[in-house]
């Protein structure tokens, strides 16, 4: 019996070892690498075109919401948080999406996930209600783009339909060029459920 339990639980370690290895992606479909930085001398503050001014994140949508003079001029999909579907962020590391109102504070290329632009999360909602529970809110939340092996955008419909970040917002590479060139420092951006 106690040979039986053994098999198990060590058939059932592996497996989990092998999913941990394998990440949020295929195994075929996975290499390994980092993006250049040398495109990013101007920190992202080079726009083009419209200006978008407003940012609105539908999270039980996954839709971005990009608007313009009042209107909303563009609509893409996003991935969320792996907990994103168990309500707002409250913690570091619980791997849920924020919800309320913030600012893109910065704009940065990443070596991991191609670029990035920063939200102001923990704003003093998400400070004070982290304090009342004893916890650490978390901070450096992000809308970042694809992992280095979805360079190419092969993997998107993959990434889309899953929710993997660590409480980021993630499109597309493609999407994320086109926010790179058309959302200023400062910009607000709505989270909502």
């Not at 919401?65 to 991935?79: D, N, R």
């Not at 290329?109 to 400070?127: E, F, G, M, Q, T």
């Not at 970042?144 to 499109?171: E, F, K, M």
Request: with cysteine; charged share 25%; proline share 5%.
């Amino acid at each position: 019996m106690k040979k039986g339990w053994c098999m198990k639980w060590i058939a059932i370690s592996l497996s989990l070892l092998l999913f941990w290895i394998s990440g949020c992606a295929p195994r075929e479909k996975r290499e390994i690498g980092r993006y250049s930085l040398k495109d990013c001398k101007s920190g992202g503050k080079e726009l083009k075109g419209i200006q978008i001014e407003r940012i609105l994140v539908r999270k039980s949508a996954h839709k971005m919401y990009l608007y313009h003079k009042g209107k909303v001029i563009e609509t893409m999909p996003v991935s969320l948080g792996k907990n994103a579907s168990k309500g707002p962020k409250v913690e570091k590391d619980d791997f849920k999406t924020p919800t309320g109102v913030y600012r893109i504070v910065n704009k940065r290329c990443h070596p991991i996930k191609y670029r990035a632009l920063y939200l102001s999360y923990p704003n003093a909602k998400d400070r004070a209600r982290a304090a009342k529970l004893g916890v650490n809110p978390g901070s450096y939340i992000t809308i970042h783009a694809q992992p280095y092996w979805n360079r190419d955008g092969h993997g998107d419909s993959y990434t889309l339909r899953h929710d993997w970040t660590n409480g980021c917002i993630a499109v597309t590479n493609r999407d994320m060029d086109y926010l790179w060139q058309h959302v200023p420092i400062g910009t607000v951006i709505e989270l909502q459920d």
